[in-house]
DNA sequence: ATAAATAGTGAATCATTATTCATTCTTTGT
DNA sequence: ACAAAGAATGAATAATGATTCACTATTTAT
């Protein structure tokens, strides 16, 4: 036996790794999954094209794993709001501030884990992302129910029902003909459309009964 | 001259046109966008692929009109139940349930409409069809507010938001994967999750302020 | 230094479909 | 019947971009 895998080595293909995985985000970020080729990913991380595909089954496996690092990014600051000390309903308010904010600060990102249109499997993975998302909220809407702070009512759907009408609300100001408009949005942090927003989630989670 | 278009070969080719765009329509129906391919509704139309191209422009464009077409059919029935003589919050729960149901039953078409990938001609006729949903219900609201059965609201974010709950809420049920689920509800017109729905969409509007 | 083993390369290949266009078939008016 | 005009055909082409793989380069242990 002659070569064996060695230490230094494999520092060396994980920094590889991670510097497809980074392009990858780059290219994602800037202008969506579409325009994210293989040979563009490998010119920017200063490899070749075959190299991507040591690191990564295919494309979709890569683009899957850039959509669930993207995703946890976004779904960790809506649970650190969540985890706030304070009352479910205050907590829920900012966590979909949170949501709404940060989605228009980096519009063409949002907009590829929104709605941009992707391969199976990676759509695979938006569902799990935006059930990640409905999970958060279920959970936040059944604390508040305990509390009393909420009336009773179907947490999942509940969830699932606030998540679409974020998504939805923020689907026009984010899809790519209007980027200009939502740049505004970065210097303007007292931006009425997410209160708009808010205010309609906020009546249908805590709204009185007909 | 020897050939002139004449009122029978005017009639051929609009029936040819009629054929194709029904064809399409049952494909889209049936598999989605995706599983529409060219050859594959030429031979259901019975001419040849290049047939196809003496009627539309391209494939982008073939789709757009069948989005437009289906599209069209949902709009109407939302816009006829907005039509009734009753109060507005009656009207728009029951455009609402309608929306929801419709969707359930024919949910290959419902999934193509609101969450399959397409080309972006054909996603910005899903824009404009979000967009016709909202006009719609964004009018009602301002009936509901003028004749006092709603509270004061930005009516067209209101709107926004009830097009984006349900489409979140149905994408679940309606996603491939799905299938059978959805059928059930084929049978069952008492549908709980439809109810729950519009449980939250109402409230949306109708709920008190905190 | 040498050889075994693995890493890296990128031009060539493959796969998929939409689209074209040279050709054939139909219709129409004389 | 004939020829002009247009309609229909579908095999061939084009375009795109992911993926492969024969080859070169590098690393390691002896």
């Not at 230094?8 to 985000?25: P, S």
């Not at 690191?55 to 976004?74: G, P, V, Y």
């Not at 205050?90 to 590829?112: T, Y």
Request: aromatic share 6%.
């Amino acid at each position: 036996m002659a070569y064996r895998e060695t230490e230094k080595m494999r520092n060396r293909k994980a920094e590889a790794r991670k510097r497809i995985i980074e392009c990858t985000y780059g290219c994602v970020a800037d202008g969506g999954f579409r325009s994210a080729q293989i040979t563009r990913i490998a010119a920017c991380a200063g490899v070749a094209t075959g190299t991507i595909y040591r690191h990564f089954e295919s494309k979709e496996d890569l683009f899957a794993e850039i959509f669930r690092i993207a995703t946890q990014r976004e779904v960790d600051k809506v649970a650190e709001a969540l985890s706030a000390e304070d009352n479910a309903v205050s907590r829920l308010e900012v966590a979909l501030r949170q949501f709404a904010e940060r989605a228009l600060r980096g519009p063409v990102m949002a907009w590829s884990l929104i709605a941009e249109p992707v391969d199976p499997k990676v759509e695979e993975e938006r569902l799990k992302f935006r059930r990640a998302y409905a999970q958060l909220f279920e959970q936040a809407i059944r604390d508040g129910i305990k509390e009393g702070c909420l009336p009773d009512q179907d947490a999942r759907q509940s969830s699932t029902c606030l998540v679409g009408a974020i998504a939805e609300s923020l689907v026009g100001p984010l899809s790519p003909a209007q980027a200009d408009t939502a740049e505004q949005a970065e210097t303007n942090d007292h931006n009425p459309l997410v209160n708009s927003i808010i205010c309609f989630c906020m009546q249908g989670l805590t709204g009185t009964r007909r």
